[in-house]
């Protein structure tokens, strides 16, 4: 598709689950709604796109055109980078908006599409059919799209499968299922990427009329597997996934995992960590695992472990070296954090890890803040960190000082406080005396001197004597602070909350509890 105006088709990509359309900050500065509209409008009649379009926060400053709505063929998804300003101007108000996307992702419908050269298929059923009909599947797989790459979704059924399970599933039901799972095996050889829920898979590759192909998924590429902690039949679950990466060429390298519960190894026993590039483990791992793992996952780029837990790796363990890894979070077990459990897991990982092209770091739900083992981190790694999340870290304003300190190619930088209960109050983390640290200092000796976006929890601040609002005021002005994201904005005073929507005022993106500040001048 040739776009004849400054919106480059690069600009514009599917997100991985095929049904969000993206817009890049790489959009030209010049490019105005309505050429996007007209893109977008476009792509939806070629069969391009279909759904839902997200626009980046760089468009949605722009004054809107009131036609622009009626030039699109699609909706609109609220975004927090500030949408729902573009929304607000067309009539369509955020409430609306959210309560469209709830309802795409509770729906039990299915659907199949041909976007980028790839055929999309997600399966649903709402336990007495199943979407699409095998119908419409056999004609898009075999007769309208005979040689297309597939992407398989059979997951994330919101309960309803497991809740079926439990009381025996409609047999008709399953019986379908089995049949799409025997179209699937006939084409195993076009399997680019597949989502399952492992109890279902468990419970249909017994039932199946044919076994899986010996051929196998030959330009399989991305694996995701949900709620393994609810398969009975392990063994099966077991054979089914390594046969997707047995004896297979290099092209698998993305691995999504989400039990809820804990890290199967058994399970994922003949896993090729060493293709991985991308691994996503939404679980209870130990600290010694997944830095086993990591040594030898020499080439991945990103990776998250949302639940490590102990024990950690031995203290005579080499550090797992990632040459590759780019995006790395880490946060403590789930459990452990609500129990306060005092593991010091995150923190006995990262400080076996030396990762030097490493940009963006997540750490999460720790009790204490380790700065022994936070300096050896970046000291061996020798990254350029330029993303910092901080969620939930029990700190103090001296390591908050001290981090950022170390890392001053920092452009989003947030930090939110660990309060564990209601009743307790966070850490203030940005006293007058850090604040001072941020302000603006012309021979650069001001922390994060390249920040663009800073996320804070206000009740991590000190707001009494206006040192926060004179800090944003002064880093607007004076440097590349374009957006600011406020956590508990009902603490905030009427005097930073004033200086903040002047901020607005000028273009910079205010949000307040993920809703985006609202100029009535934009209206």
């Known amino acids: ?10 600009d514009i990509s599917l997100s991985s689950n095929m049904r969000v359309l993206m817009f890049s900050d790489s959009l030209p500065r010049g490019a105005k709604l309505g050429e996007v509209a007209t893109a977008v409008n476009r792509m939806v009649m070629v069969g391009i796109a279909r759904g839902f379009v997200f626009v980046s926060r760089k468009l949605s400053r722009a004054r809107v055109p009131q036609p622009v709505e009626n030039n699109f063929a699609t909706q609109l998804i609220l975004s927090s980078s500030g949408l729902d300003r573009f929304l607000m101007v067309n009539g369509c108000g955020p409430a609306k908006v959210k309560s469209n996307v709830r309802r ?35 004609e898009y797989i075999l007769t309208k799209y005979p040689q297309a790459p597939l992407s398989i979704d059979m997951y994330d059924w919101n309960g309803l499968m497991y809740d079926s399970l439990s009381q025996g599933l409609d047999r008709r039901v399953i019986a379908q299922l089995c049949g799409y799972l025997d179209l699937f095996y006939s084409v195993v050889h076009r399997w680019q990427s597949v989502r399952f829920d492992a109890p279902l898979i ?7 009329s044919t076994r899986f192909p010996s051929i196998g998924p030959t330009i399989l590429q991305s694996i995701a597997i949900k709620d393994t902690e609810s398969v009975k039949d392990l063994e099966t679950l077991r054979r089914f996934m390594s046969l997707l990466w047995y004896r297979k060429p290099w092209v698998f390298s993305q691995l999504s995992i989400d039990n809820y519960r804990s890290f199967h190894k058994k399970i994922f026993l003949d896993l090729p960590y060493s293709r991985l590039t991308h691994l ?32 950690g790796p031995a203290e005579e363990r080499l550090p797992a070296v990632v040459p590759t890894m780019e995006y790395l979070k880490l946060e403590i077990d789930t459990r452990d954090f609500e129990k306060s459990r005092n593991t010091g897991a995150v923190f006995g990982l990262l400080e076996k890890i030396l990762s030097p092209d490493l940009t963006e770091l997540h750490l999460g739900y720790e009790d204490g803040w380790n700065t022994h083992a936070f300096s ?3 000291s061996k790694s020798r990254c350029k960190i ?47 005396d850090v604040l001072d640290r941020f302000m603006f200092d012309p021979h650069g000796n001001h922390l994060c001197p390249d920040l663009e976006s800073l996320t804070v929890n206000v009740e991590c601040v000190q707001v009494e004597h206006g040192k ?14 374009r957006e600011v994201k406020i956590i508990g904005s009902q603490h905030l005073k009427e005097n930073d909350r004033r200086a903040l929507l002047d901020l607005a005022s000028y273009r910079m993106n205010v949000v307040f509890d993920g809703k985006p500040v609202l100029d009535p001048r934009w209206l």
Request: aromatic share 8%; net charge neutral; proline share 5%.
């Open 1 to 10: 598709m040739t776009l004849d105006y400054p919106v480059k088709q690069d």
């Open 104 to 138: 795409m992702n509770q729906s039990p419908v299915g659907h199949v599409f041909f976007a980028y050269g790839v055929l999309n298929i997600v399966v649903k059923t709402d336990g007495r059919s199943v979407t699409p009909s095998y119908e419409t599947l056999t």
């Open 202 to 208: 468990s419970l249909l590759v017994p039932k199946t």
């Open 280 to 311: 996503e483990i939404q679980s209870t791992i130990t600290g010694e695992l997944a830095h086993e793992i990591l040594q030898e996952a020499l080439y991945m780029k990103r990776c998250t472990f949302s639940d490590v837990t102990t024990p």
């Open 376 to 378: 050896d981190f970046h």
């Open 386 to 432: 330029e993303t910092l999340h901080l969620v939930k870290m029990a700190m103090k304003p001296r390591h908050l000082v001290q981090t950022l300190a170390m890392n001053p190619y920092i452009n989003e930088l947030v930090v939110e406080g660990q309060s564990k209960r209601k009743t307790d109050g966070c850490e203030i983390l940005f006293t007058d």
């Open 468 to 481: 926060f609002r004179r800090m944003l005021w002064n880093r607007f002005q004076n440097s590349n602070l």
